[in-house]
């Protein structure tokens, strides 16, 4: 479920020494599935065991992971990297704003989870989103642009050039094209 480098493990068995014994760290996120899910990780003496947590076991500690953040701790990794700058503790979970869904899910499932855990954050960074209206019959996924997206003059090149490409290399055979309905015309609907 959760990978932890062994330059991460050898900063928490150092981080743990302080702590009292029987000590362990708690992965969690907060918000799991939605937009705004946060991942963390904290100290867990032992009376913050709960009976439903997923225990993990690394080398000279354990990892306990509560039972609601589980499905979307899953593909997720703790590096702890240094460099001129520093170091860093860094945790990715790609699937802690929507949980994975099986290859065997709708297309309306699948396209949503790569909009939810590749694309967004991707458009994120220039402060937009898209949301999935709908797959029409003939196949193509209709979407909406949102936040910086909205009345941005590279809409078209991200759409065609980004998205479409991206999901049609995802769905071949199954998704066909890629329309946007967003209202691009700057106004008072756009983000500012």
């Known amino acids: 479920m959760i990978t932890i480098s062994d330059a991460a493990q050898a900063h928490f ?8 014994e029987g000590t362990h760290i708690r992965v969690f996120v907060i918000s ?4 705004t899910a946060e991942c963390g990780v904290s100290y867990c003496p032992p009376d913050a065991v709960e009976a439903d947590d997923t225990e ?3 080398t000279g500690f354990n990892a306990m992971v509560d039972e609601k953040s589980v499905p979307f701790l899953e593909d997720a990794s703790i590096d702890f990297v240094t460099d001129q700058l520093g170091s860093q503790l860094t945790l990715k979970a790609p699937n802690a704003k929507m949980r994975k869904v099986s290859s065997d899910a709708s297309l309306n499932e699948r396209i949503e989870y790569v909009i939810q855990s590749e694309i967004n954050p991707q458009l994120a960074s220039h402060g937009g989103n898209i949301m999935l209206m709908e797959v029409s019959e003939e196949g ?3 979407l909406q642009f949102g936040g910086g997206c909205n009345g941005c003059s590279m809409v078209d090149v991200t759409l065609k050039d980004g998205i479409e490409k991206q999901l049609l290399d995802m769905f071949p055979g199954e998704l066909t094209g890629v329309k946007d309905i967003t209202e691009h015309q700057a106004g008072e609907h756009s983000y500012q």
């Open 56 to 58: 993990l076991e690394f």
């Open 32 to 35: 799991p599935g939605t937009a």
């Open 140 to 142: 193509v996924a209709i």
């Open 13 to 20: 068995v150092t981080l743990l020494a302080d702590q009292p």
